[in-house]
């Protein structure tokens, strides 16, 4: 029934509720573009209101305006709410991602025709969620030392940046494509 002042970097609201003269912390609010801008199909971003609990569980996710193509034109703009809904009840720190489900992973389903649509917006979800609940204290901030430059005075060949761990080795099965 009442919402705090903008706060924090980047910016969210603390959703209220009072009961018996009592105010209760129920969700924090924000809006996607205050912490992220990841360009979705169209080159622009997919402007997206989100809440979470108080222990970071996604409660509601709308989309305020996007500039999609294809959900202008072809597919119905109520399949961009469908696939956002599956959030619902997830927590913001787990590992989602469209597809799927795999050991470790939630997998969501995609929208047929809009694939980078849905995977800007995975990460628009995630990414805004993860920096609110480091910033409110519901997950623990990641702190990692800074990186160092280390001085090559000649140039190194393959086998030397394999060694020294600059580049790695990977290979990718036809059936993991």
Known sequence: DSFSNRKGKPAYVEAYQTKAGEKKLLRYVFLSTDIVDIPAYSGKPVVTLISMDTQGIITGAKVLRHSEPILLLGIPEAELTKFIKQY??????????????????????????????????????????????????????????????????????????????????????????
């Open 88 to 177: 619902l009840g997830k927590f913001v720190g787990s590992k989602i991602e469209i597809g799927k489900s795999r050991e470790g992973y939630i997998g969501l389903d995609a929208i047929t025709g809009a694939t980078v649509t849905v995977i800007a917006q995975n990460q628009v979800m995630l990414r805004c969620g993860m920096e609110v609940a480091k910033q409110v204290g519901i997950i623990e901030p990641t702190i990692r030392p800074q990186a160092k430059f280390t001085a090559v005075a000649d140039k190194l060949n393959w086998d030397e940046m394999v060694k020294q761990g600059s580049v790695q080795h990977l290979t990718v099965s036809p059936g993991e494509v």
